[in-house]
Each structure stands twice: as structure tokens, then as C-alpha cells.
Nanobody, 125 residues
Framework: VQLQASGGGLVQAGGSLRLFCAPS????????MSWFRQAPGKEREFVAA????????YYADAVKGRFSISKDNAKNTVDLQMNRLTPEDTAAYYC???????????????????WGQGTLVTVSS
């Protein structure tokens, strides 16, 4: 099982970026797919989650209203659209997947078995 994250880069504050997570190696229909991020010197934190076969999405308070997680069935990716970026969004972004995750613990990184390699997002002021 592999998760390939991409789409990171350098953007000015107020700008937008779209991240992509491409899973492979198995069928992910019943899996929770999430994005986490880790800023320099800080703990990894939850950003957004969606169940591959579901509709409802979940967000951290810090990104609610600015970020949007979605599934692209045609490309088989889970995307994270990030708008109105601020320097506080600067971090390495990781996609994660697990089928055991539930609505009570999707925010916990310990619930995810599979991780991508991370893609760096830098927001300049």
C-alpha cells in the first residue's frame, strides 16, 4: 500500500494550493482518508478527513471554511483544496489512510496505518 502526496509549493499569503493524495496497492472504498500537517517544531495535527465511500467531511477548526477535502473518483485521488492561506499554514502535509478509523477518532494520527511521504507547503507573508 502506498500513498503518494503531491501539490505542495510556495505561495503568498491569501493564495491557494491544491494537494493530491494518490493511494495504490489495494481498494480504498471503505477507508478513511485524511490530511495531517506538521509545522517546524510542532506536533503533527489533523487537518481534514473523509471516508472514501462516504459524503460527510471533517475539518480542524483552524482550517474550517478555508480548506476543502474531496475525492476525485476519475483520478483516484483525495484532494485538499486550500484557500486563503496564511503563514500559519506553513507545514509538511501528509495524507493518511485506514479502514479501522471511525467518526469518533478520525482526528487521531494513531488511528492511521498508512501514510504518504509528505508534501511541503510554504506560505510567505
Amino acid at each position: 500500500v502506498q500513498l503518494q502526496a503531491s501539490g505542495g509549493g510556495l505561495v503568498q499569503a491569501g493564495g491557494s494550493l491544491r494537494l493530491f493524495c494518490a493511494p495504490s496497492g489495494r481498494t480504498f472504498v471503505s477507508y478513511w482518508m485524511s490530511w495531517f500537517r506538521q509545522a517546524p517544531g510542532k506536533e503533527r495535527e489533523f487537518v481534514a478527513a473523509v471516508k472514501w465511500g462516504g459524503i460527510r467531511t471533517y475539518y480542524a477548526d483552524a482550517v474550517k471554511g478555508r480548506f476543502s477535502i474531496s475525492k476525485d473518483n476519475a483520478k483516484n485521488t483525495v484532494d485538499l483544496q486550500m484557500n486563503r492561506l496564511t503563514p500559519e499554514d506553513t507545514a509538511a502535509y501528509y495524507c493518511a489512510a485506514d479502514r479501522r478509523t471511525s467518526v469518533t477518532d478520525y482526528w487521531s494520527q494513531s488511528q492511521y496505518e498508512y501514510w504518504g511521504q509528505g508534501t511541503l507547503v510554504t506560505v510567505s507573508s
